[in-house]
């Protein structure tokens, strides 16, 4: 049970900071169709922070608060991303929705079988979603 709530706090981590850096690409853009999109793709994986705070304590554990260093990480990269465009913004983003599924992929099937079914049936399904959206936006730019 508790290599779950380890994995389920590595994924509220990556959720966590998918909201910061949706938040920071968002301050920064002056086109509002642009920031629409983003704002729904920051709702979604807010809504995943969410739901694995939510299991995460069902379980007994105690949901992460920060993103940790991956939020450290993409505050660097976003600021990379910042100077150079939209375009580089977007292709940070979607470099972290692909880490996202990769995260999620990768981890399922060693969580116990309420947790797996959780990733399979909601986690999953909306971080492929969000990434679609951005990659659609990022091919629309």
């Known amino acids: 049970m508790s290599d779950s709530i380890d994995r389920l706090n590595g994924f509220l981590r990556g959720e ?17 169709s642009l920031r629409e999109t983003l704002a729904i793709c920051q709702v979604d994986h807010a809504k995943r922070v969410q739901i694995l705070k ?16 991956w939020g450290a990480v993409a505050r660097l990269f976003e600021a990379g ?30 969580l116990e079988p309420d947790d797996l079914r959780l990733v399979e049936t909601q986690l999953l399904p909306s971080q492929e979603l969000t990434h679609r959206a951005i990659r659609d936006l990022k091919f629309a730019a």
């Open 54 to 69: 939510n299991r995460i304590e069902e379980l007994g554990g105690v949901p992460a608060e920060s993103s940790g260093i």
């Open 81 to 110: 991303a910042a100077a150079f465009g939209v375009r580089a913004a977007l292709d940070m983003l979607e470099e972290g929705e692909d880490h996202g599924i990769e995260s999620y992929r990768s981890q399922m099937f060693k």
């Open 16 to 32: 966590i900071s998918a909201v910061e850096t949706y938040n920071q690409v968002m301050e920064k853009s002056d086109c509002a």
